[in-house]
């Protein structure tokens, strides 16, 4: 299992834009699903978007278009880019890492606060 330490949490006004990175102790590997999720108060925890090994990415409905999953595996290193904010997008967000090789190993972070007001 990877230690992941999110970053880049904070408060935006509506509108701005964010980006959240998360640096892993270790190699994803060959073959990974890495991502992030997200929980608001009083909310489950949800998908926001994932990138894998394959370069397949899968988004949240109520992101698509505004948010981006990227990683630079080179560094360890996930990133979630974040655009045209609203206040619904306001959360907990947590980093994922699910190694596939060779056997699943899924990892979180501790979670960064993200916060949409004026």
């Known amino acids: 299992q990877v230690q992941l330490v999110e970053s880049g949490g904070g408060l935006v006004q509506p509108g701005g834009s964010l980006r959240l990175s998360c640096v892993a102790s270790?190699?994803?590997?060959?073959?990974?699903?890495v991502g992030w999720y997200r929980q608001a108060p009083e909310k489950r925890r949800e998908l926001v978007g994932s990138?894998?090994?394959?370069?397949?990415?899968r988004y949240s409905p109520s992101v698509k278009g505004r948010f981006t999953v990227t990683a630079d595996k080179t560094k360890n290193e996930i990133y979630l880019h974040m655009t045209s904010l609203k206040p619904e997008d306001t959360a907990v967000y947590y980093c994922?890492?699910?190694?596939?090789?060779?056997?699943?190993?899924?990892?979180w972070g501790q979670g960064t606060q993200v916060t949409i007001s004026s």
């Open positions: 990138l894998s090994s394959s370069n397949t990415t």
């Open positions: 270790g190699s994803f590997g060959s073959l990974y699903v």
């Open positions: 994922n890492v699910v190694r596939l090789d060779p056997s699943r190993v899924e990892s």
